[in-house]
């Protein structure tokens, strides 16, 4: 494991094996793909807390620290930092686990923006519906 740190003591936002068809000629699982996991998780955690549609609007301070291969693991943890009037800003961890064993490795990490917006798709308060 590259970092000290250990990943959260609960339940994943999001948990999926990977697949030949999520990786490149090498086996090495594509980076877009394990983006598209963590915009899905922050996404859950942004809908629940918008009581409603929210959409991604900005991510920032994406660092890749390992690689993913086919056959792995991800949990992806997806954590509400801070609400704004439409806005949600939602920091992403993934981390790996390979099929057969228990050791858990940090491999990306991001802080998405949603926004809270109406059935007219225009931004609206994040409390309006509370």
Same mark, same amino acid.
């Given at each position: 494991?590259?970092?000290?740190? &250990? #990943? %959260? =003591?609960? $339940? #994943? @936002?999001?948990?999926?094996?990977?697949? #030949? =068809?999520?990786?490149?000629?090498?086996?090495? &699982?594509?980076?877009?793909?394990?983006?598209? /996991?963590?915009?899905?998780?922050?996404?859950?955690?942004?809908?629940?807390? =918008?009581?409603?549609? +929210?959409? @991604? &609007?900005?991510?920032?301070?994406? /660092?890749?620290?390992? #690689?993913?291969? *086919?056959?792995?693991?991800?949990?992806?943890?997806?954590?509400?930092?801070?609400?704004?009037?439409?806005?949600? /800003?939602?920091?992403? $961890? +993934?981390?790996?686990?390979?099929?057969?064993?228990? $050791?858990?490795?940090?491999? @990306? $990490?991001?802080?998405? @923006?949603?926004? =809270? *917006?109406?059935?007219?798709?225009? %931004?609206?308060?994040?409390?309006?519906? &509370?």
């Amino acid at each position: 494991m590259m970092s000290d740190r &250990i #990943p %959260p =003591a609960r $339940e #994943p @936002t999001i948990r999926v094996s990977t697949m #030949p =068809a999520d990786a490149n000629a090498y086996g090495d &699982i594509f980076g877009g793909w394990l983006v598209g /996991q963590m915009d899905m998780a922050a996404g859950l955690v942004a809908a629940r807390r =918008a009581r409603g549609r +929210a959409v @991604t &609007i900005a991510m920032n301070g994406m /660092q890749f620290h390992a #690689p993913v291969f *086919v056959g792995d693991e991800v949990s992806v943890y997806a954590d509400l930092v801070r609400v704004g009037r439409s806005s949600m /800003q939602i920091a992403v $961890e +993934a981390w790996r686990r390979g099929r057969h064993g228990e $050791e858990r490795e940090l491999v @990306t $990490e991001a802080n998405f @923006t949603f926004v =809270a *917006v109406g059935e007219d798709r225009r %931004p609206r308060p994040v409390d309006e519906l &509370i």
